[in-house]
């Protein structure tokens, strides 16, 4: 065994005790639009929209929890495996709710930040998402991260071949990859560690989310689908986070 580390880098200071009841950084697998459709008989469609309705609410819940990130995933690099109406539907709500709640973010205060390659919904709306961007960029109360065409095993594989392009231009030597040289390469280098991750809809996977980032988050599973996600149901997660002792390997 390697003799104990003098510091703990990496562990946030909740774990050391001050625990903090409040997660600095939650992550959302917003799922089961399609189910809250189909048991109302509706098109999908209609969840999705619905679902775009519960962003907002766990937008305003995150900034009255005080919460730093909240990460939300909204579209999967493996969700292209559905029908070209639903993508459709899906990149039409995105245009829509972006011009209508740009304002909204501006005047909360919320900074929009992107993961993900959604450059691939097309020039326009990977536009209309960069200008978003921008405007939002000096907004400290809450950072809005939207994962859109995101996966985390491409997100994974980016950073391993972007440390090996470093390598081989002689910038850094193949043993000084460590953890912290790759998780520097993430998407979310510049974000604090995941505390709480969160998915609706009762299924119990992590559908390719933040697998690295999720090391030592806490994990609820709600039954709730995710149009009916509500305040409710964010402080019931926030409640159980809240119980939960965090150890991160120490006792
Ligand atoms: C989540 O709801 C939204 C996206 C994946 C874009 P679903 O569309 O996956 O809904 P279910 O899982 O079919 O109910
Ligand atoms: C995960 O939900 C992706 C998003 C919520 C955007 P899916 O509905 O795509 O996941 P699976 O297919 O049930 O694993
Ligand atoms: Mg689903």
């Known amino acids: 065994?390697?003799?104990?580390?003098?510091a703990t880098p990496g562990i946030p200071p909740a774990a050391r005790g001050g625990e903090s009841a409040v997660p600095r950084h939650v992550a959302i697998i917003m799922d089961g639009n399609g189910r809250w459709a189909t048991k109302r008989g509706l098109p999908r469609v209609a969840g999705h929209r619905a679902g775009a309705e519960a962003v907002r609410k766990a937008i305003e819940v995150a900034v009255e929890a005080g919460i730093e990130v909240l990460t939300l995933y909204a579209?999967?690099?493996?969700?292209?495996?559905?029908?070209?109406a639903e993508i459709n539907d899906l990149t039409g709500l995105m245009r829509f709710y972006l011009e209508r709640e740009l304002k909204t973010l501006e005047k909360e205060g919320v900074r929009l930040k992107l993961i993900g390659e959604p450059a691939a919904f097309g020039a326009e709306l990977a536009a209309?998402?960069?200008?978003a961007v921008e405007r939002t960029a000096s907004n400290?109360?809450?950072t809005l991260v939207v994962a859109l065409n995101y996966g985390s095993r491409v997100e994974i594989a980016a950073a391993a071949k972007m440390l090996a392009e470093r390598a081989v231009a002689g910038e850094i030597a193949?043993?000084?990859i460590d953890e912290?040289?790759?998780g520097a390469e993430l998407q979310t280098a510049d974000l604090p560690d995941l505390d709480l991750?969160?998915?609706?809809?009762?299924e119990v996977?992590?559908?390719?989310?933040?697998?690295?980032q999720s090391a030592y988050a806490e994990l609820v599973f709600l039954d709730t689908l995710w149009p009916d996600f509500d305040e409710a149901a964010f402080g019931e997660a926030l409640g159980l986070f809240a119980q939960r002792q965090r150890r991160f390997g120490g006792r």
């Not at 209309?128 to 200008?131: A, D, F, G, I, M």
């Not at 991750?197 to 009762?202: A, D, E, K, V, Y």
């Not at 996977?205 to 690295?212: D, G, I, V």
């Open 1 to 6: 065994m390697s003799p104990k580390p003098a």
């Open 75 to 84: 579209f999967s690099s493996e969700n292209w495996r559905r029908s070209d």
């Open 128 to 131: 209309k998402l960069e200008r």
């Open 140 to 142: 400290q109360r809450l």
């Open 174 to 176: 193949a043993d000084q």
């Open 180 to 182: 912290a040289l790759l």
């Open 197 to 202: 991750l969160i998915r609706t809809s009762g």
């Open 205 to 212: 996977r992590l559908s390719n989310f933040l697998l690295w």
